[in-house]
């Protein structure tokens, strides 16, 4: 474990062997690690979700001043930004930052048309999510992400250190084995600030035209009426986003 995985160089998961017994399921250790091997040249793209808070929390024990990235698609809504100015003020030595997409929600009507995302989500999360990521994550080793392994079947085989084909980089994910009540736990033990909605109805938010009360499992309200589960954050390449 004493070679730093990067892209270029990666050999797996150092922890792939390892079953986590501590209370926080390997998360801690795995954070640990993870600012130990890459210093500042790691981001954590937080979407102020459920484990984004939890992971906050447990990253900012840390590494107080660490780099927190929010994907401002200007179609949040106002609960989530006011979520995000509770977080500021109880870790105000985090260095959040609101990444915004090239084009503002006007550019993209002139040229796309308007509300592109009730015809195609895709190139519109390509545009407001994948672009402004793959921007903030320029220069960057390695970055957190917040997945669970229960959350979806595609998310079943994520491991903590990953080889991510999406942004050229490393991603590292400690919440691996934590399930929905693990992290509600948390949140209730540590008295976390969380996201409102959650109260009603919406485990899971992102923008206002692609979430909608869950029907079915955790992530069941995002995108409803599309065969569409995931931004593309994290999914390989397609030559259409
Ligand atoms: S979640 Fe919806 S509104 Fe937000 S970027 Fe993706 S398609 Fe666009």
């Given at each position: 474990m004493n070679t730093k995985p990067t892209y270029e160089h990666f050999t797996g998961d150092p922890f792939e062997k390892e079953q986590p017994k501590d209370e926080t399921k390997g998360a801690f250790r795995v954070i640990e690690w993870a600012y130990k091997q890459y210093g500042s040249d790691i981001v954590y793209a937080c979407s102020f979700g459920a484990e984004g808070i939890v992971l906050i929390d447990l990253i900012s024990k840390v590494k107080p001043d660490a780099d927190v990235v929010f994907?401002?698609?200007?179609?949040?809504f106002q609960e989530t930004y006011d979520l995000i100015e509770k977080v500021k003020k109880r870790y105000p030595k985090l260095r959040i930052h609101m990444k915004k997409p090239d084009l503002t929600l006007e550019q993209q009507s002139e040229q796309?048309?308007?509300?592109?995302w009730k015809r195609k989500p895709d190139q519109c999360c390509a545009i407001r999510k994948i672009k402004p990521l793959e921007d903030a994550l320029a220069g960057a080793v390695a970055w957190i992400s917040g997945l669970?392994?229960?959350?979806?079947l595609s998310r079943s085989h994520t491991n903590f250190v990953n080889k991510d084909e999406r942004f050229h980089s490393v991603k590292v994910c400690p919440?691996?084995?934590?399930t929905w009540e693990d992290v509600w736990d948390y949140i209730r033990l540590n008295s976390l600030d969380y996201n409102e909605l959650h109260d009603q109805g919406y485990p899971s938010v992102g923008c206002i035209p692609c979430?909608?009360?869950?029907?079915?499992?955790?992530?069941?309200?995002?995108?409803?009426?599309?065969?569409?589960?995931?931004?593309?954050?994290h999914t390989p390449r397609s030559d259409d986003q």
């Open positions: 994907l401002d698609t200007d179609l949040h796309y048309g308007s509300a592109l669970r392994r229960e959350q979806s919440l691996i084995y934590w979430t909608a009360k869950a029907v079915g499992d955790d992530r069941s309200g995002r995108w409803q009426g599309f065969n569409k589960t995931e931004c593309g954050l």
